[in-house]
């Protein structure tokens, strides 16, 4: 009981820190005059009212969080923040349901990209860049951004950055000390963010829309303010910049950190996952422009490879952006995106999926299992970037891709059993865990998750947030181990 209050309290602050973030549209709301100040007002204040209601009663409680307190505050975390992002939904849009207004709060903090809103084009400026903006906040994670600031008010921020942060990251400090590394990975999140708003703007968007679209696009989150998405702008220009910065958030940040930091490009080609990743992405590209050109999607083979790079590379990475309806493509291709989504993201990244090191790690090791099928004796260290991967970091990535699939498998059959079509079920299931956003069928890129029933949409909320948190983190606290003193 005790350790659940310890958490109350920490969140009771999280929720008073999240309050600042109603700022910004409170102001694009006065620059737009959308008559939706007042919504967000009344969103700010009551979240304030909360957390420091929380706060208040549980200060008794305040203590240093330890591993466990920090799962706890992860999972209550990013459950408790989407319900709070509803308020300026259900104040501005009466119609929405709050089943469908957390899954899209949660769609936007987890940067699955989902939506169950129709006339985005007609929402107010002010909602449209909350929606953004939940997108960018999920990016890096509002936890990260958080130790930077929570070890002021007497909470520990290792324990929360070491449950929340993926895959290798959470072994690979940059700075000796959390805080300023939750900070540096923020300034380069923060510096390409910029540089992405310019570079769409230049390629001919407005300003609000090249800060809601590099938003999207740096937390690979692939929110809209249009219907059609990318498609609206019909513009190779800004498909070019958007493929460069989607490519950029896809790769590990502290790569990114360490190229500032030392001015040298070498660094990227060191990193051995992030090269996999563009040379994956690259190659399918081009074969799959290749295979629509040759199956007569397109007439003009660079018009098939300007659709297929586009698209690719967008759910590859698990943004979500779309620019045509890639389900009506002949099946293997929008599988096979489907497919990259799974694998193509990298750890430190804001993608989702099981992250391209993990899926090295695998192949490698099924590599080893044949040579040690053929050479019993043999001593043959698994590596992967001329490091020696322990065997402790493969059996828990065996563990981690097994419960993915299990988690897949359950769900899909779980939506097939509530009357879902399985290209439908299936695609949605995949979509929601990678963070992906459209899926096939029902949930491709030319409609949304609108068509679902409140069962079936939040059994993907439920995907998007195990995926979000990679499984474990949200598994472990069910366990009965988790709860044992």
């Known amino acids: 009981?005790?350790?659940?209050?310890?958490?109350?309290?920490?969140?009771?602050?999280?929720?008073?820190?999240?309050?600042?973030?109603?700022?910004?549209?409170?102001?694009?709301?006065?620059?737009?005059?959308?008559?939706?100040?007042?919504?967000?007002?009344?969103?700010?204040?009551?979240?304030?009212?909360?957390?420091?209601?929380?706060?208040?009663?549980?200060?008794?409680?305040?203590?240093e969080l330890s591993i466990r307190h920090g799962y706890l505050l992860v999972v209550f975390m990013w459950t408790a923040i989407p319900a709070a992002a509803t308020l300026p939904l259900l104040l501005v849009l009466p119609n929405l349901s709050f089943t469908d207004a957390y899954?899209?709060?949660?769609?936007?903090?987890?940067?699955?990209?989902?939506?169950?809103?129709v006339g985005l084009d007609a929402l107010p400026p002010a909602i449209n860049l909350w929606r953004h903006e939940l997108n960018w906040l999920g990016g890096m994670g509002i936890i990260v951004l958080a130790v930077a600031v929570l070890p002021l008010l007497g909470i520990g921020g290792r324990q929360l950055y070491k449950a929340e942060t993926p895959g290798p990251m959470k072994d690979s400090m940059l700075t000796p000390r959390i805080t300023e590394t939750a900070r540096n990975l923020w300034l380069v999140y923060f510096g390409?963010?910029?540089?992405?708003?310019?570079?769409?703007?230049?390629?001919?968007?407005?300003?609000?829309?090249?800060?809601c679209h590099a938003f999207a696009t740096m937390a690979l989150g692939g929110f809209s303010t249009h219907d059609a998405s990318i498609g609206y702008f019909n513009s190779v220009a800004i498909e070019l910049v958007l493929i460069v910065f989607m490519l950029l958030a896809a790769m590990n940040f502290a790569t990114h950190f360490m190229v500032l930091r030392q001015k040298t490009l070498r660094l990227y080609l060191m990193d051995k996952e992030g090269m996999a990743t563009i040379l994956l992405v690259l190659a399918s590209c081009l074969g799959i422009g290749l295979y629509l050109w040759l199956q007569g999607t397109y007439?003009?083979?660079?018009?098939?490879?300007?659709?297929?790079?586009?698209?690719?590379?967008?759910?590859?990475?698990?943004?979500?952006?779309?620019?045509?309806?890639?389900?009506?493509?002949?099946?293997?291709?929008?599988l096979w995106m489907l497919f990259l989504s799974c694998i193509v993201a990298s750890s430190g990244s804001t993608g989702g999926g099981i992250k391209m090191v993990r899926?090295?790690?695998?192949?490698?090791?099924?590599?080893?299992?044949?040579?040690?099928?053929?050479?019993?004796?043999?001593?043959?260290?698994?590596?992967v970037g001329g490091m020696v991967i322990p065997n402790n970091i493969v059996f828990t990535?065996?563990?981690?891709?097994?419960?993915?699939?299990m988690s897949v498998v359950t769900l899909t059959f779980t939506l097939l059993i509530s009357g879902m079509d399985f290209?439908?079920?299936?695609?949605?299931?995949?979509?929601?865990?990678?963070?992906?956003?459209p899926g096939l069928g029902q949930v491709g890129p030319a409609g949304n998750y609108q068509v679902l029933t409140d069962f079936q949409t939040w059994v993907c909320t439920v995907a998007m947030l195990i995926g979000r948190l990679e499984i474990v983190t949200v598994l472990i606290i069910f366990t009965r181990g988790f709860w044992k003193r």
Not at 4 to 26: C, D, E, K, N, R
Not at 397 to 405: K, P, T
């Open 1 to 63: 009981m005790n350790r659940a209050l310890t958490v109350i309290h920490a969140l009771g602050l999280m929720l008073v820190l999240f309050s600042a973030t109603y700022i910004l549209p409170m102001v694009t709301s006065l620059i737009y005059a959308d008559k939706t100040l007042i919504d967000f007002v009344w969103a700010m204040v009551m979240t304030l009212a909360t957390g420091m209601v929380m706060w208040m009663l549980t200060r008794r409680y305040k203590s």
């Open 103 to 117: 899954f899209e709060t949660m769609s936007g903090l987890t940067t699955t990209g989902a939506t169950v809103l």
């Open 192 to 211: 390409i963010s910029v540089a992405c708003i310019v570079s769409l703007k230049l390629a001919g968007m407005g300003w609000f829309d090249a800060v």
């Open 299 to 334: 007439d003009s083979f660079w018009t098939a490879l300007r659709h297929a790079s586009f698209n690719l590379v967008s759910l590859a990475t698990d943004c979500g952006f779309a620019s045509v309806d890639y389900s009506k493509w002949p099946i293997f291709a929008p």
């Open 359 to 383: 899926t090295m790690i695998l192949f490698k090791q099924a590599g080893r299992e044949f040579t040690k099928l053929l050479h019993p004796s043999v001593i043959n260290p698994l590596k």
């Open 397 to 405: 990535v065996l563990g981690f891709i097994f419960l993915y699939f």
């Open 423 to 437: 290209v439908s079920g299936f695609s949605a299931i995949i979509a929601c865990i990678n963070n992906a956003g």
